[in-house]
């Protein structure tokens, strides 16, 4: 929220236990939470991929990454969606689904506006941290924004994530 605002309301269609939406409603957003399984937040039980209705004009969402392209399936989606309500997509990603070859020839059609690639983040799946050497604890993540009906060169900016850490 430091460098991007939408106009319009808010579909978190992965929201988990609502660490992303509480921000979004904190930045004064009305928010629509929802997941596939009920995590404590949001409404569960609604299959995002499965959608063929907006329930908002913008989606932000850290999507499942799992297996079988399951992440890209998220973004597809959620392109789909703002272009039906001229809204914008955010997507929290792993920085190495920028250097795909799969994922090269659908950058190029649709290349996300704005890339900001984030210093520090670790991300625990469904909010378990595990040890400080698994895997997922040393990947690096990005945000990736689309304005559908720009076709352009995404701007690419460098994000420091201390300044936005609880002080736990």
């Not at 039980?45 to 969402?61: C, R, V, Y």
């Amino acid at each position: 929220m430091s460098v991007e605002s939408f106009q319009g309301d808010i579909w978190e269609p992965a929201c988990g236990d609502g660490a992303i939406s509480k921000v979004l409603e904190a930045a004064g957003y009305q928010v629509v939470s929802t997941d596939l399984i009920d995590r404590g937040y949001g409404a569960g039980g609604h299959n995002f991929l499965k959608s063929e209705t907006p329930l908002a004009k913008n989606i932000i969402t850290n999507p499942p990454y799992g297996t079988h392209g399951l992440g890209d399936a998220f973004v597809r989606r959620a392109l789909i969606h703002a272009r039906k309500t001229g809204g914008s997509v955010a997507m929290l990603l792993n920085l190495r689904s920028l250097c795909h070859p799969d994922r090269t020839p659908r950058f190029q059609r649709c290349p996300p506006t704005a890339i900001y690639v984030l210093d520090d983040l670790t991300c625990w799946p469904e909010g378990k941290p595990v040890s400080q050497y698994a895997r997922i604890a040393k990947q690096q993540y990005y945000w990736a924004v689309w304005h559908p009906g720009k076709v352009e060169r995404p701007s690419f900016w460098w994000l420091a994530t201390k300044p936005f850490r609880d002080p736990q």
